[in-house]
Nanobody, 115 residues
Framework: QLVESGGGLVQAGGSLRLSCHAQRAIFSVFSAYTMAWYRQTPGNQRDLVAQIDNDYRTNYADSVQGRFTISRDNSRKRVYLQMNNMMPEDTAVYYC????????WGQGTQVTVSS
């Protein structure tokens, strides 16, 4: 089970930090996962924001490169998304996911950026 937190309302130029906790994962299993953050707006598909693999290699969407940072703490079974210099187009529901053959998703957390 993945539980996201940290969403909310922020003004353009502001920052938020999302957290995702893999509550039921075993540490050794969690550390092997590739984890990712995706986001989705109404009527659109879920798009990749950032991804981090078990070797801490990261990958970002072009739209967030240089503004967002994904990180993980395997000892806490958590993955984070630090979002800086946010823009109204970052407004979406953000989902944490375990990138296995059949991805596992959290319930999502709403992020709203006002102009």
């Amino acid at each position: 089970q993945l539980v996201e937190s940290g969403g909310g309302l922020v003004q353009a130029g502001g920052s938020l930090r999302l957290s995702c906790h893999a509550q039921r994962a075993i540490f050794s299993v969690f550390s092997a996962y590739t984890m990712a953050w995706y986001r989705q707006t109404p009527g659109n598909q879920r798009d990749l924001v950032a991804q981090i693999d078990n070797d801490y290699r990261t990958n970002y969407a072009d739209s967030v490169q240089g503004r967002f940072t994904i990180s993980r703490d395997n000892s806490r079974k958590r993955v984070y998304l630090q979002m800086n210099n946010m823009m109204p187009e970052d407004t979406a529901v953000y989902y944490c996911g375990i990138m296995e053959t059949h991805p596992v998703w959290g319930q999502g957390t709403q992020v709203t950026v006002s102009s």
